[in-house]
C-alpha cells in the first residue's frame, strides 16, 4: 500500500539518549589484569561491542552474553560495568543495572556525560524514587556546569515520573497478579486478546514453533506468529500456532478481538488488517482501507463492542524517544469506514500512547501512555465515556499493575474480574510475558512484608487467593451467549443476530452464529430496551427481549436458540410486541419488531399467517378474551398498513386458556402474555 518503516513489537530502536555512551570505550590495556584467560576475555569483549554498538534491545541482549564472561575475568573494570549496566537498562532486566552502573560511578565517576542520567534510571527502576530524583537533580547540575545541551525537559518529565510513582508504589492496588505460565515461553509472549467470555485468549509470540522457522536479522528473535489457546473448564490449554492464512514466514501480529472472538485486528508490516472466522477457518487477512490506515504506522487498535467503530494507534515511530502514537477511532456506516478521528486531549497526551482496548461496556477506554501520571514506560490507564460524549480525566491503574517499566496491551473480561497484559517481572520466563490479573475487594496478601502483592505462578495460585476476587466494581453490561440450533435436526444453524434499540427503533450491532458450533455471543451495555432478532434462510425469525436499566449490573444469560423450519404449523412468540397496561394501542418500542415481521410476510409471499393474543390470569375469562383479541388485531392491522394482504392474515383472542408457564409466579405470568405468529398455510 505504502512505504513504511517496520515497526516490530518486541524490537525497539534505541536512539538519541545513547549517543553519549557509544563513546565509552573498554581500553585494552586497561582491561588486562593477568595474561591467564586474557585473549579469551578480550574475544568476548571484542563481540559484545559488536552487539552493543547496534543499539536495539536485541543487540544489548546478546552483548550481555559475552559481556558477562569478560566479566568473569575482570570485574573491576569501570567500563565493562558501565557498559553491563547499559545493557540491562535498556533491555528487558532494567533493574539489574543499578549495581553495575553504581561499580562504574564509584570507579570513575566521570565515566560518561550522562553516568548520573542512567543512574537515575536504574534507581527509578528499583523504586528508589527519591535517590532518582536525587540523581536526576545532580545530572541537571552538571549539564549546567558543563554548558552541554539543556535536557530540562526530560528531567522534568523524570522527576514527575518518580513523584508518581512513589505515591502509587506507597499505595498499591488490591489485584493479584499471576505469571500465565502455560501459555508463556521462553521468548516474547506479548499482545493477549480475549473474547468477551474468556473463552478464547489470541496472543503474538516470538517462540521457536513459528510457521517460517525464521530470525529476524535485526534482533536474532524469531519472527511473530499468532498463537491461541482455548479455555476448558476454567483452565488455559496449550497454546498452539494459529497457522495459515494468518501467519506468513514474516512478522505476524494480533491487536484485537471482536467480543465474540469471531473477527480478528491484525498487524503486518505498519498496519492494519480484518479477518473472520467462518466454522473453524480464518479468511486471509484483508487490509483495512486508507481512512484507517495512512503513511504513517498503526500499530494497535480495537472493536468496539458493536463492532461499528475501530479505536488504534496512529503515529509511532522506531525511535523511543521521538515516537508520538496517538489513539484516533474510525465509524463504520452502512458498511463503510468512515474518516478516523483523533480523539480528545484528555486521552492523548503530547507522550506516546499505545495499546488501546474498548471494553465491551462501550464506555470504558483502557490504554498505555508515557504521559499523564506514568510511573516511567508505559502505564495503563482508563477512562469513561460520559454521556456529553466527553472523557473523564485518564486514571491509573495504579502499582503492581504498573511498574517503571512498559506495560502495555491491557484488555479485561467482560465482567470485569480479569485482566490480561503484557509485562516483564521478576517472575516472567523470558522477556515479555504475559499476566492475569485478578481484581480482589479484600487486602491482599503481602510477601516477607514487602509491599508488592504477591504475583504468583498460574499454576500454583490457591483457590483461596482467587476467592477474594470474587466480587469487583460494577460492570453494567449483560452478556448474552448460546447456541443456534434446527429444532428438527438439533444441528448448528448460521444466522444473522440483529440487536436493535427498540426506543430509537435502530440496529445497534448485527453479528453471526458460528457455522460449525451454532455459538454466539452478544454483549449489551445497560440502559437500553434491546430487542434481538436471529434470521436464517428457511426458517422462522426467532426474537429475544433484554430490558436492561442503566442499573442493571453484570449479567451472564446463556439463551439456546432453536429455529423453527418454515412449515404449516411452526410459531414463535414475538417478544418485541409492546402495549400500555390495560390497552391494545401498538408502542413505538414494537415497530423494529414489525418491521421484521413485514419483511418476513414479503420475502415468503404464499405464506398465511395466524396472530395470536394471550394473557395471564388475572381477571376474568371476558376481561382476557377481549383484550387478547384487540392486541392481536393491531398487529394484523400494521400488517395491512404496510401492504400486507389481508387474506394471508388471521386473529385471535386465547385470552389465559394457553399459558407457556405457570401463572402462580410474576416471571410466569409475564411470560404467559405474550404475541405469538404462527403459520396456517
Known amino acids: 500500500m505504502k512505504n513504511k518503516i517496520i515497526l516490530i513489537f518486541a524490537t ?35 563481540l559484545g561491542n559488536k552487539h552493543y554498538k547496534k543499539m536495539t534491545r536485541g543487540g544489548f541482549l546478546q552483548a550481555l552474553e559475552t559481556y558477562n564472561y569478560a566479566y568473569e575475568y575482570n570485574p573491576e573494570n569501570a567500563e565493562l560495568n558501565y557498559k553491563i549496566g547499559i545493557c540491562y537498562l535498556y533491555s528487558i532486566y532494567k533493574p539489574k543495572s543499578m549495581y ?84 508463556n515461553s521462553p521468548y516474547p509472549d506479548y499482545c493477549p486478546v480475549i473474547s468477551a467470555d474468556e473463552s478464547v485468549l489470541v496472543f503474538t509470540s516470538r517462540r521457536e514453533l513459528v510457521i517460517g522457522g525464521l530470525k529476524d536479522n535485526r534482533d536474532g528473535q524469531f519472527y511473530e506468529d499468532i498463537f491461541i489457546s482455548y479455555n476448558k473448564k476454567n483452565e ?15 512478522h505476524d501480529a494480533t491487536v484485537g478481538l471482536s467480543s465474540d472472538g469471531q473477527s480478528m485486528l491484525m498487524y503486518k508490516a505498519g498496519d492494519i488488517y ?39 494507534i496512529r503515529g509511532k515511530t522506531n525511535d523511543v524517544e521521538t515516537s508520538n502514537g496517538d489513539i484516533f477511532v474510525s465509524e463504520k456506516i452502512n458498511g463503510i469506514w468512515q474518516k478516523a478521528n483523533k480523539l480528545s ?23 498505555s501512555s508515557k504521559g499523564h501520571n506514568s510511573i516511567g514506560g508505559y502505564d495503563i490507564f482508563k477512562s469513561t465515556l460520559k454521556s456529553n460524549n466527553t472523557w473523564t480525566e485518564p486514571q491509573n491503574l495504579g502499582y503492581p499493575i504498573n511498574t517503571p517499566d512498559n506495560d502495555v496491551y491491557f484488555v479485561l ?23 492475569k490479573i485478578n481484581f480482589a475487594p479484600q487486602k491482599a496478601t503481602f510477601q516477607n512484608g514487602d509491599d508488592n502483592l504477591i504475583a504468583t505462578d498460574e499454576n500454583t495460585t490457591s483457590e483461596s487467593s482467587l476467592e477474594v476476587a470474587e466480587e469487583i466494581k460494577t460492570v453494567n453490561l449483560t452478556l448474552v451467549t ?48 434491546y430487542g434481538m432478532a436471529i434470521k436464517a434462510v428457511g426458517y422462522l425469525f426467532h426474537s429475544e427481549n433484554f430490558d436492561l436499566p442503566e442499573s442493571q449490573t453484570y449479567q451472564k444469560v446463556t439463551k439456546d436458540i432453536p429455529l423453527f423450519p418454515i412449515e404449516e404449523g411452526s410459531k414463535i412468540v414475538l417478544k418485541n410486541i409492546f402495549f400500555d397496561f390495560d390497552k391494545s394501542t401498538l408502542k413505538k ?44 388485531k393491531s398487529v394484523v392491522d400494521y400488517l395491512i398498513n404496510k401492504k400486507i394482504d389481508k387474506n394471508r392474515l388471521k386473529y385471535r383472542g386465547a385470552s389465559f386458556n394457553e399459558p407457556i408457564a405457570s401463572n402462580n409466579t410474576d416471571d410466569g405470568r409475564q411470560l404467559n402474555r405474550r404475541v405469538e405468529f404462527k403459520i396456517i398455510k
Open 12 to 46: 525497539i530502536l534505541i536512539i538519541g539518549s545513547l549517543k553519549a555512551q557509544q563513546n565509552v570505550e573498554i581500553v585494552k590495556e586497561e582491561f588486562k589484569i593477568d595474561k591467564k584467560g586474557f585473549n579469551l576475555a578480550w574475544s568476548d569483549v571484542k
Open 100 to 183: 553495575y552502573l553504581e561499580q562504574a560511578y564509584e570507579m570513575k565517576p566521570n565515566i560518561s556525560d550522562d553516568i548520573l542520567w542512567n543512574l537515575a534510571l536504574a534507581y527509578q527502576q528499583n523504586y528508589m524514587f527519591d535517590k532518582s530524583i536525587e540523581f536526576l537533580d545532580k545530572y541537571k547540575t552538571f549539564l549546567q556546569k558543563n554548558n552541554l545541551p539543556n535536557k530540562d525537559a526530560q528531567i522534568s518529565k523524570k522527576i514527575t515520573e518518580c513523584k508518581a510513582g512513589k505515591i502509587l508504589y506507597e499505595n498499591p492496588e488490591n489485584v493479584i497478579i499471576t505469571n500465565m505460565s502455560n501459555i
Open 236 to 250: 488455559w490449554e496449550e497454546p498452539f500456532n494459529i497457522g495459515k492464512p494468518l501467519n506468513s514466514k514474516y
Open 274 to 312: 480484518i479477518c473472520n472466522l467462518k466454522g473453524d477457518k480464518w479468511t486471509s487477512p484483508e487490509l483495512l482501507p486508507e481512512v484507517i490506515n495512512s503513511e504513517k504506522i498503526e500499530n494497535s487498535a480495537c472493536f468496539s463492542f458493536d463492532g461499528n467503530k475501530i479505536y488504534f
Open 345 to 367: 486531549d484528555v486521552i492523548n497526551s503530547k507522550y506516546d500512547e499505545d495499546g488501546v482496548f474498548m471494553h465491551p461496556d462501550g464506555k470504558t477506554l483502557y490504554f
Open 413 to 435: 473480561s467482560a465482567d470485569g474480574k480479569t485482566g490480561y497484559y503484557s509485562s516483564i517481572r521478576e517472575d516472567g520466563k523470558g522477556f515479555t510475558d504475559i499476566y
Open 482 to 529: 448460546g447456541k443456534v440450533f434446527d429444532n428438527n435436526t438439533l444441528e448448528p444453524v448460521e444466522t444473522v443476530i440483529q440487536v436493535f434499540d427498540n426506543e430509537k427503533n435502530e440496529i445497534v450491532l448485527e453479528t453471526t452464529s458460528n457455522s460449525k458450533t451454532g455459538k454466539y455471543l452478544v454483549t449489551l451495555p445497560s440502559g437500553k430496551n
Open 589 to 632: 418500542e414494537s415497530f423494529y419488531e414489525l418491521g421484521k415481521l413485514v419483511s418476513f410476510m414479503n420475502e415468503n409471499p404464499k405464506l398465511n399467517i395466524e396472530i395470536s393474543g394471550h394473557t395471564d390470569n388475572k381477571g376474568s375469562e371476558q376481561y382476557n378474551q377481549k383484550l387478547s383479541e384487540s392486541r392481536a
